[in-house]
Nanobody, 126 residues
Framework: QVQLVESGGGLVQAGGSLRLSCAAS????????MGWYRQAPGKQRELVAA?????????????DYADSVKGRFTISVDNAKNTVYLQMNSLKPEDTAVYYC??????????????WGQGTQVTVSS
């Protein structure tokens, strides 16, 4: 029943920045994984960044990034606003894609349930 709406995409020049937002209609505080994916023309959808909620670890939530965006993108979560952000800096033309938000919940018996947003277009010009 969770609905996700992405926003913040647009057209920017190489080296510029964008901040994507993913607003959830339901609570994401109980979610287990929140992530951003992207799909470029002619390519499969790929994971860009994700945050996995910590489970009794001293490090808390863990973040992971694709090698292609590591050091340039930052994923963050605002639980009070039920929003996931993706700060994108030093954008490159190869970052051009439709970006999708995803939240995943782990259920009993190892089952998982996830939800997708409609996507937001990011275009980086040379």
């Amino acid at each position: 029943q969770v609905q996700l709406v992405e926003s913040g995409g647009g057209l920017v020049q190489a080296g510029g920045s964008l901040r994507l937002s993913c607003a959830a209609s339901g609570s994401i505080s109980s979610s287990n994984v929140m992530g951003w994916y992207r799909q470029a023309p002619g390519k499969q959808r790929e994971l860009v960044a994700a945050v996995t909620r910590g489970d009794n670890t001293k490090y808390g939530d863990n973040t992971d990034y694709a090698d292609s965006v590591k050091g340039r993108f930052t994923i963050s979560v605002d639980n009070a606003k039920n929003t996931v952000y993706l700060q994108m800096n030093s954008l490159k033309p190869e970052d051009t894609a439709v970006y999708y938000c995803n939240v995943l919940y782990v259920r009993i018996f190892g089952r998982t349930t996830d939800y997708w947003g409609q996507g937001t277009q990011v275009t980086v010009s040379s």
